[in-house]
């Protein structure tokens, strides 16, 4: 049971590239999330989406896109990105209230 | 103010201590309440739910107390691999979905 299955671990970006962090979760969960995670700011919500094919802007939603094309994944795309982006990414799923994470995504944009 | 407020510590304690850890949130129509616990370098994984009777498990007890808006976590006789970050988490329910916010997390060393 794999959970919450996020790629790619690991990225470095030049300002101005644009990428598409990917998340899968196989728990059948209708909630999903994006977080940053930042040096004493804890996790950030960017985008959440309550089912399939909906999407809501979370805390910090500019500068990113998401896509809820099925019940499974839930991809952030970042299209042209920005120093200010550097962090680490999470994605959650949820049915109820417990959140289960992906191991995140170490993103650093120069 | 920040909707979930922690010190950030970070606490370092000898093995065997009892530590405490505090949280304030600032919104009243807050439903829910956790702890997660994130290790290093890695992704949060929920260590208990909080209830306003208060609960433990094991070694850990949580505590919440609504009309002060602050929520606490006791671990008592503390173990090396106790050592992590601990989150305060609130749940509210809002606009069709569940709305986890985070604390920025209390830093926990043991030491031997």
């Known amino acids: 049971n794999a959970g919450v299955t996020q790629t790619p671990k690991f990225q470095v970006l030049k300002t101005g590239q644009s990428m598409t962090l990917q998340c899968a979760q196989d728990m059948n969960h209708n909630s999903m999330y994006w977080y940053r995670q930042d040096p004493g700011m804890g996790l950030r919500l960017i985008y959440y989406?309550?089912?399939?094919?909906?999407?809501d802007k979370g805390e910090v939603p500019n500068g990113y896109n998401v896509s809820r094309l099925n019940k499974r994944e839930f991809s952030l795309r970042l299209e042209s990105a920005a120093p200010s982006q550097t962090s680490v990414y999470f994605c959650a799923s949820s049915e109820g209230l417990n959140a289960f994470f992906g191991q995140g995504t170490r993103l650093t944009v120069v | 103010r920040k909707e979930v407020e922690q010190d950030p510590g970070p606490f370092n304690v000898p093995e065997g201590a009892t530590v405490a850890f505090n949280c304030t949130y600032s919104?009243?129509?807050?439903?829910?309440f956790f702890w997660y616990r994130q290790d290093c370098r890695k992704e949060p994984k929920l260590l208990m739910s909080?209830?306003?009777s208060g609960n433990e498990d094991g070694r850990f007890t949580a505590q919440l107390n609504r009309a002060s808006q602050y929520i606490s976590l006791l671990i008592r006789d503390s173990k090396l691999s106790d050592s992590a970050t601990y989150l305060c988490?609130?749940?509210?329910?809002?606009?069709?979905?569940?709305?986890?916010?985070f604390g920025a997390g209390t830093r926990l060393a043991v030491h031997p």
């Open positions: 909080v209830y306003s």
């Open positions: 988490v609130v749940n509210m329910f809002s606009g069709g979905y569940n709305k986890l916010i």
């Open positions: 989406s309550a089912s399939e094919g909906t999407t």
């Open positions: 919104n009243s129509a807050s439903q829910s």
